[in-house]
């Protein structure tokens, strides 16, 4: 009897069962609202280095926020996006955010030093941004749900 009830929950070749489609789409979800949450946690942090003139602090967290920025806009991508397919001006919308995100990544990613006003201002915008995309993100997860 445990063999028929196996048997009838066998997917087809290709395809996954119902039930573990679902799980892994709930776990992969959750590993990138994770990301995003450890963007906003270092964007946090490198702003409160930013503005208490610890330069040192600063080039470290600095680094770490855009890896992680990285990080998540690749799952962004590579998670989300091939199986949440947004209309055409939503896509518009997160490439035109993606490149200004990594625009920042290339200017900001590797410094030795840094000018602390500069990527306090360069941060602001990128902040406004990436509220942004959080919102399309967040409607269109809600949509495909």
């Keep these: ?6 048997a009838n929950t066998q997917a087809q070749p290709g395809s996954l069962p119902q ?20 963007v906003i946690s270092y964007l ?12 040192d602090l600063s080039q ?14 690749s799952a962004g991508h590579f998670q989300v996006f091939q199986r949440v397919v ?12 993606t490149r200004l995100a990594m625009n920042f990544n290339d200017s900001f990613g590797n410094l030795r030093t840094v000018d602390i006003p500069e990527v306090k201002a360069a941060l602001e915008q990128l902040a406004l ?11 269109l997860l809600a949509d495909h749900h």
């Design 60 to 73: 470290a967290l600095l680094s770490r926020f855009c890896d992680t920025l990285v990080d998540y806009l």
């Design 1 to 6: 009897m445990a063999q028929a009830t196996f």
């Design 129 to 139: 941004v990436l509220g942004t995309r959080f919102e399309l993100e967040d409607d």
């Design 44 to 55: 946090v942090k490198l702003n409160h280095a930013l503005d208490k003139d610890l330069s």
């Design 86 to 97: 947004p209309l055409a001006h939503e896509y518009a919308a997160i490439e035109s955010t």
């Design 19 to 38: 039930d573990a489609a679902a799980a892994l789409q709930a776990a992969s979800d959750q590993s990138f609202q994770e990301l995003r949450s450890r």
